[in-house]
């Protein structure tokens, strides 16, 4: 059971960053800042949330 605690936590504290993210993302580029440093820092690690996520939508272990 503890590795079932240990997934379903990964899980969710992935899906709480990446949509801290994308909120941090859209008010950037609300303010036009679409090019600067800490969009693309966002953006890249978003990318990577989003490759985990699908993985694991792959497994049917997301809807």
Do not use: I, V
């Given at each position: 059971m503890?590795?079932?605690e240990a997934f379903e936590k990964m899980l969710a504290d992935i899906q709480?960053?990446?949509d801290y993210e994308k909120q941090q993302m859209d008010a950037l580029?609300?303010?036009g800042k679409e090019k600067n440093a800490t969009y693309?820092?966002?953006f890249g690690k978003r990318l990577?949330?989003?490759m985990i996520l699908d993985k694991?939508?792959?497994y049917g272990l997301l809807p």
């Open positions: 503890e590795r079932l709480k960053q990446a580029k609300a303010m693309k820092q966002y990577f949330y989003k694991y939508r792959e």
